[in-house]
């Protein structure tokens, strides 16, 4: 893939033999994963002008054109180029349910036959679109379903932003304002370079021009990955999911975490650059008699000294397959008063698209199998 033009003759020079390379390997550019700077040395290595870019990013994004030679306002020579050199390689919707209270979970398939579940849940007061960026998941959260199929494979940046794409253009939202949350399968930070890609795919101004105001990152709390995400220019809201007081506690519910200590994660969420009107939100999976004591709730208040966050409360969604049961509403509520007696400010997550299996925790695609290493490269291997 041709690294992002910097504006250097020499690299430009570069730039333009990469992508000739690329055309005489007979290598079809997926445009949907170019940012607007290699889309405009595509077009530039095609013998066209550099602004066409711009028009590609917006067939792309604002209208859901896939066919090169639907985009009626570029060159009919350039159409003709891309339609043989290039390809928009689109999540498929192979299925969706609606839920009683109007979410609505979706099944894509992906180029190689693999599957991911993406969600659109309405009035959050904003349209959100909760997003995968792993086919299954490493972290083996006890309490979520994801985590049992284990990590099948990274999505790419253009799968991840192309949940976007599909589900805007389901739900009617391409021209309307919308937020993202990366909250469905997968653990964010485990695939930071193509999440970041992502982003910034879906920041570009002639596409969706997503702000990060707009945009919720979680994650278990991946110390190295927070250190580089805190650095970076285009800066999601940040959401930890936390579930514990205790070392003992974290290391039953998150098992691979335990590489980084509560004392790290909460240390590194100290370093974060927190907006004068924003908090860093601290998830926490309600396990009735596991983690939802009062004592659990004065520790959790202890914990949050020192941090600019809140905390958001998410009694289980109970699901076959899960070992915990949910606490009751009264233990709950119990639980949320001693921390904001002790000055937290918290919030109880009201589940949605609990009967369709799309609440937080539920998302699973049966069928996947965990690959080794080796088994993914043997697959990957011309035949």
């Known amino acids: 893939m041709v690294p992002a033009f910097d504006g250097s003759r020499n690299r430009r020079t570069r730039a333009l033999l990469h992508w000739k390379d690329t055309v005489t390997a007979s290598t079809r550019v997926d445009l949907a994963d170019q940012t607007l700077d290699e889309l405009e040395t595509l077009v530039e290595s095609l013998g066209h002008r550099r602004f066409h870019a711009r028009q590609i990013v917006q067939w792309v994004w604002k209208r859901g054109v896939t066919d ?8 009919q020579t350039l159409r003709e180029s891309l339609g043989t050199q290039a390809v928009v390689a689109t999540p498929v919707l192979l299925r969706e349910w609606q839920s009683d209270d109007g979410t609505r979970k979706f099944m894509l398939g992906l180029a190689d036959g ?51 794409r599909v589900l805007a253009g389901a739900t009617g939202l391409r021209e309307a304002p919308f937020n993202i949350v990366l909250m469905g ?13 992502a982003l910034r795919l879906l920041a570009a101004p002639q596409g969706f021009g997503m702000t990060a105001r707009r945009v919720t990152l979680s994650t278990v709390g991946l110390v190295p990955m927070l250190d580089r995400l805190a650095a970076e220019p285009f800066m999601p809201n940040l959401a930890i999911s936390l579930h514990a007081t205790t ?64 905390v958001n409360l998410i ?28 000055g937290v400010v918290v919030s109880v997550r009201k589940s949605r698209g609990r009967d369709i299996r799309a609440a937080c925790g539920q998302l699973i695609v049966e069928g996947h199998e965990r690959r080794s290493p080796a088994q993914r490269l043997s697959e990957a291997m011309p035949s």
């Open 315 to 342: 009694p289980l969604n109970e699901a076959a397959g899960i070992p915990f049961d949910r606490p009751s509403d009264a233990r709950v509520s119990t639980f949320a008063g001693i921390l904001a007696d002790r």
């Open 185 to 197: 399968m997968g653990e964010p930070l485990h695939n930071y370079d193509a999440t970041m890609r």
């Open 68 to 75: 090169p030679f639907a985009m009626s306002d570029l060159p």
């Open 247 to 310: 070392e003992a506690q974290r290391a039953a519910i998150v098992p691979p975490t335990k590489k980084y200590s509560l004392a790290d994660i909460l240390d590194a969420c100290r370093r974060f650059p927190v907006g004068r009107r924003n908090r860093i939100t601290f998830e926490y999976v309600m396990l009735d008699g596991v983690n939802d004591s009062p004592e659990d709730a004065r520790r959790l208040a202890r914990l949050m000294d020192g941090i600019r966050g809140k």
């Open 114 to 164: 693999r599957q991911i579940e993406s969600v659109y849940i309405p009035d959050t007061p904003a349209q959100t679109f909760c997003i995968s960026t792993q086919v299954g998941c490493a972290m083996g959260c006890a309490f979520c379903l994801t985590g049992k199929m284990g990590l099948v494979r990274h999505l790419s940046a253009g799968e991840i932003a192309g949940q976007v």
